[in-house]
């Protein structure tokens, strides 16, 4: 599998995602913005472009009515 190149943004994003994952912490858009120390609107396009390369997928909340918003979740390559 080719390795994809990320800006350091985008990197800084894969890498809070993950960080928070580890320590078992949903990665919803305010925990990834305090993370990255970053706004939610600057997280938008990392995300977006992440997500098409196929290194983060998104996940809606499974329980109708108790929406806290998107979760982005960190593919674990092979």
Known sequence: MPQ??????????????SALEARGNVPYPDLIAEETQMTEEELREPLHTLTERGLLHREDSPMTGLDFGPRWCARQTA
Do not use: C, D, K
Not at 4 to 17: F, G, H, N, P, T
């Open 4 to 17: 994809v190149q990320l800006s350091a943004v985008e990197e800084r994003v894969y890498q809070a995602v």
